[in-house]
């Protein structure tokens, strides 16, 4: 019996050791899932370790993601090792007591799942009273590898704290495409007792404080919510019924979990872009009480908690709360079934994070983990490549005297058909671009959805520029959008030598700076050294070449040849033939150099273009005699530089080539339609001499202005289209994609007066300014800002302006006949005591002097005239008294009919009201920004290119008076104001402006090029 009885306690202990064990050992045997996980966090209480010394982080913020992914068997897969809470994340760690950050590293492969767990930062994170770069908020270098990684296939996971302050907000506007919401700004909170200073946060005390204007006395168990300055508490039981506001999946998303749980934990208030994104809701269970105190919020009784977004195999999943922070003890996770375990022991105890940790966060993650299915092996941040015999990687390159690219391990031909953009914004200062990548994704879809297939830019462009590029072209692998890339540098050579060693240095720099950010690579100085840009993303694999563009000019080119006489360069890439000229051997070793750095730096190669302009043609100059019969004038030839074996990718010569050159358009009879056949016949005979390097036309293009409609500028374009393509050049690129605020030519710069105010303004007839596809205009104002009650004829004079035009506006009970009558409108713009007086011959003066007279002879027929001393065309630029009645015409006097649909349309009758608008440069403001106009008593006229060389004055504004003359008798039947003690005496004036408002669309034009490269 005793032997039974033994034997029996063995067997029990077995049977207990089994079943104790067995749970483990299935755990162990559980299949592992490779994943690769990064995760972003910067917010950790520091705490003291149990002896009371050292400061440590509490990682409670990430513990339960941790614990889960353990549990799940998640390992990443380049340690093959489980993850650990306290190393396997970026953001803010320990060194030496201080917080220092890790930031996001651009990783070799794509990451499988982000998950941005909290990002406000920590407390006492200042040293020597300076926080360390990126220990607070998250950063735009962050936001990009983000951002980047979700166009490439990563699961992207966001909760609570990581788009408020300290967040940027350009940084939290990305968020939120990413993940599909506008953040709000409000943020709320349960709170168990609301008298609790330990509990409830100093910030919501003080504004409830400064909302109310009373003391926080508030007691009980409530409902916070909070931000931009305003609050609103939910007290249990008046606001809110229940325990807590409650967390709950909708019913197309009960595989993440069909519980409704308690929520006690930070929650923000977010707007999603698609309602039908979200899958959970949280519900406040507000009594009428409650939904009269949100009311004012436009909040109502259910909040979106999870949204989910998914587009094209894209997913990110934003949780609206602290969902991840688990405070309760830690579990053993090493057997199978601890989370249905404890799931089932958890009790739900107010304030407890712990029964919504195991009900409601563990059955999401672990179902968005079973989901989540790894990249594809390969999916890389670097371009793709073929490797050429010597080691040299391509992903472009001229082959048969046309482009290559390098697509899905094959070459394929690519005429180029694009646009280039320009070189400023509206609104931005010269060479500064918008910090916006959704500002450059509207370009691409618009450009690409135009037919074209390359772009240009002429400087290296700010970082979110290529990362919008490079995000556009992983969303569109079929419809690709090719980048030619400058290199140059913003200033002149001294003296016009471009071998000066300090210009040829900056050169050099600016491609060694401009090839390591195109490869991603790049961490760029502002010009003031306060900030700086860093380029993350390589674009390399979209590159179709290098434009070396040292804006080469015949003065420049002769006084580098006559300055250096003997130079000549060879080099291991790109040498100078025999028969170079100095300017020539500089650029081969530009080019060399561009050769050289990308070879050394990244093992690869581009093709490199050297941009010159007709000019420096010699079959230009003797076609047009532009020399006047010298032989000796100044030329490149392209021909004349050599390249070695060396070189795989290939050398091109690009030329800027415009048709509307008054030397191309002599004698062409049909100026209505030009046929731009001098400009054909150029090419042509140009292209017949290019036998030793294929050629790109890296800019043509026509202006909306001076007389050219959107219509003209489309068919000219396109006929310049075929033109380029039968001449076997390897493409060209429009001039340009949107219109150039600021730009100018060397006759108008002098004239833009202070010029780096000229991108705030739109000089509508500058052709300079508008050589866009895409319309860069102002906002045709709906109402007008001043108005003014007339008498019988006239009902109301009204006037508003923007940042393109002076508007007027004159109702009529009965408007003029015109066959009999004409109406004359008198603009005093500068100075009250001077301009004409006399408004008729028959002696009738005026109550102010005027600058300016609208003529408005008939519904289709109108001038605007100046006097004599005031008309730049003639290069005089001041306002002085008289009384000779006389005006005259200028530049552009002509006054084009039409309603307000395009820029070149200036007046139109509509019933009884006249609408005229009048652009600003037309009156001689030189920024009607800041309200300046010219005024210049030297009459020197204005030097080309020299800038602000004349004076300005700053005017109050502008007086008017509205003439109703006889045809016949030249007598005055109608003027209004009377006098300068009517009511109708008004000086018209507007605020104003450092920021423009400009809207964009594409032009008529648009949609014939789009068909132009479609065929």
């Known amino acids: 019996m005793r032997i039974k009885t033994i034997k029996v306690r063995y067997w029990v202990l077995l049977f207990l050791l089994v079943s104790v064990g067995t749970p483990f050992v299935w755990w162990m045997l559980m299949p592992n899932k490779n994943l690769d996980v990064v995760v972003l ?58 917080l220092v950050n890790k930031p996001l590293q651009k990783l070799t492969y794509v990451p499988d799942v982000i998950y941005l767990s909290d990002t406000y930062g920590t407390g006492n994170s200042k040293i020597n009273g300076v926080e360390p770069v990126g220990v607070s908020g998250m ?8 951002a980047t990684s979700y166009a490439k296939g990563t699961t992207v996971i966001g909760e609570y704290n990581i788009a408020g302050d300290p967040t940027k907000t350009s940084v939290s506007k990305e968020l939120g495409e990413i993940f599909g919401v506008n953040f709000t700004g409000l943020a709320g909170k349960f709170f168990s007792d609301l008298s609790s200073t330990a509990d409830v946060p100093n910030w919501m005390r003080a504004t409830y404080e400064q909302q109310y204007g009373k003391k926080w006395s508030l007691t ?17 039981g008046i606001g809110f019924t229940g325990n807590s506001l409650q967390i709950y999946m909708t019913e197309n998303a009960k595989t993440y979990g069909k519980e409704a749980v308690d929520y006690y934990n930070w929650f923000e208030i977010v707007k999603p872009v698609d309602e039908d994104s979200i899958i959970a809701w949280y519900d406040l269970h507000l009594t009428e009480e409650g939904k009269n105190q949100l009311n004012p919020f436009g909040l109502d009784t259910k909040l979106p908690a999870i949204i989910a977004k998914h587009t094209n195999n894209k997913h990110s999943f934003y949780f609206a709360g602290d969902f991840t922070d688990y405070r309760g003890p830690d579990k053993i996770k090493r057997f199978l079934g601890a989370t249905t375990l404890y799931r089932y022991f958890s009790v739900n105890s107010e304030g407890d994070l712990s029964y919504f940790y195991w009900h409601f966060y563990v059955p999401l993650m672990s179902k968005l983990f079973k989901d989540i299915k790894p990249l594809e092996h390969g999916v890389s941040f ?40 320009g070189r400023t914004v509206p609104g ?3 060479g500064t671009y918008p910090d916006d990548p959704a500002f450059y994704s509207d370009w691409f879809e618009k450009i690409a959805n135009m037919n074209a297939n390359a772009i240009r830019v002429y400087t290296r462009m700010p970082a979110v520029f290529y990362r919008a590029l490079d995000i556009y072209n992983d969303n569109h692998p079929d419809n690709r959008l090719y980048l030619f890339q400058n290199i140059a540098v913003d200033q002149e050579p001294p003296a016009g030598n471009y071998l000066d060693k300090a210009y040829h240095a900056a050169v050099e720099k600016s491609a060694e700076d401009t090839i390591n950010a195109i490869h991603g690579n790049a961490t760029i100085e502002s010009a003031d050294g306060k900030s700086s840009d860093v380029y993350i993303n390589d674009v390399s694999g979209y590159v179709l070449g290098y434009l070396i563009t040292p804006d080469l000019s015949s003065d420049r080119v002769a006084a580098t040849d006559a300055g250096n006489p003997s130079y000549r360069y060879t080099g291991e890439y790109v040498s100078a033939g025999s028969s170079a000229t100095p300017t020539e051997s500089w650029l081969a070793a530009i080019s060399n ?10 093992q690869m190669q581009h093709p490199a273009g050297i941009v010159s302009i007709p000019e420096l043609d010699r079959v230009y100059q003797d076609m047009y005699n532009a020399a006047n019969g010298n032989n000796k004038a100044p030329a490149v030839t392209m021909n004349h530089l050599d390249t070695t074996n060396k070189v795989t990718s290939g050398l091109f010569g690009a030329y800027n080539m415009f048709p509307d050159q008054p030397v191309f358009r002599s004698g062409e009879a049909d100026e209505a339609k030009p046929s731009y056949a001098g400009f054909k016949a150029y090419l042509n005979n140009f292209m017949k001499t290019q036998n030793k390097y294929p050629v790109l036309i890296s800019e ?40 150039e605020w600021g730009a100018s030519s060397k006759l108008t710069s002098p004239l833009m007066i202070p010029y780096n105010r000229g991108p705030l303004w739109h000089n509508v007839v500058d052709p300079e300014q508008n050589y866009g596809v895409l319309a860069m205009e102002s906002k045709i104002p709906k109402d007008y800002a001043m108005t003014l009650r007339g008498s019988d004829p006239l009902n109301t004079l009204a006037f508003n302006s923007d940042e393109s035009y002076f508007y007027i506006k004159a109702d009529f009970q009965t408007l003029p006949a015109f066959d009999q009558k004409r109406i004359m409108i008198y603009l005093d713009t500068i100075d009250r005591k001077n301009g004409e007086y ?28 100046v006097i004599p001393t005031y008309n730049t065309s003639k290069g005089s630029y001041f306002s002085s008294v008289s009384t000779t009645g006389i005006f005259e015409k200028m530049d552009g006097s002509t006054l084009i009919p039409g309603r307000f649909e395009n820029s070149m349309s200036q007046f139109y009758v509509e019933g009884n009201t006249l609408n005229v608008r009048i652009p600003w440069t037309r009156l001689n403001f030189s920024d009607p920004s800041s309200l300046l106009v010219l005024s210049d008593e030297k009459n020197k006229g204005a030097v080309e290119s020299l800038k602000e060389a004349l004076s300005v004055r700053m005017t109050d504004g502008i007086v008017l008076s509205l003439v109703v003359m006889d045809k016949a008798t030249q007598k005055v039947d109608y003027h209004f104001p009377e006098s300068v003690t009517s009511s109708g005496y008004r000086t018209f004036s507007w605020n104003t402006w450092d920021i423009p408002q400009p809207v964009s669309r594409t032009k008529t034009s648009y949609n014939m090029i789009r068909e132009a490269f479609a065929n």
Do not use: C, H
């Not at 353990?70 to 380049?78: D, R, V």
């Not at 305003?230 to 249990?236: D, E, F």
């Not at 219509?711 to 219109?739: F, H, N, P, R, T």
């Open 700 to 739: 043509f293009g026509l202006p909306t202005s001076a007389g050219s409609t959107e219509d003209g500028q489309g068919s000219g374009i396109v006929s310049l289209i075929a033109m380029i393509k039968d001449s076997g050049a390897m493409g060209g690129l429009i001039y340009e994609w949107a219109d």
């Open 139 to 146: 950063t735009k270098e962050e936001v990009a590898l983000v």
């Open 382 to 421: 670097k371009a793709a490549t073929e490797v050429t015999s010597d080691g040299s990687r391509l992903s472009s390159k001229i082959d048969d005297k046309q482009f290559s690219v390098y697509q899905n391990g094959q070459w394929k031909k690519l005429y180029v058909k694009g646009v280039d953009i």
């Open 428 to 430: 931005n200062p010269e």
């Open 220 to 236: 009980g168990a409530g409902i916070v919510i909070a931000g931009n300055n305003r609050i609103v508490v939910l007290q249990r």
């Open 838 to 865: 006399m408004i008729s011959p028959e002696g009738e003066e005026n109550w102010s002097g005027a600058e300016f007279n609208i003529n408005i002879d008939s519904q289709n027929k109108a001038d605007l005239l």
């Open 41 to 98: 966090n910067k917010t950790f209480p520091l705490v003291t370790n149990v002896s009371g010394g050292e400061k440590q982080l509490d990682y409670s913020k990430q513990r339960g993601l941790y614990w889960l992914m353990g549990y799940l068997g998640i390992k990443n897969p380049e340690t093959n090792k489980k993850y650990e809470v306290n190393t396997d994340y970026y953001g803010n760690f320990l060194n030496n007591e201080k």
């Open 593 to 602: 150099k561009v050769y050289e750095y990308e070879q050394q730096s990244y």
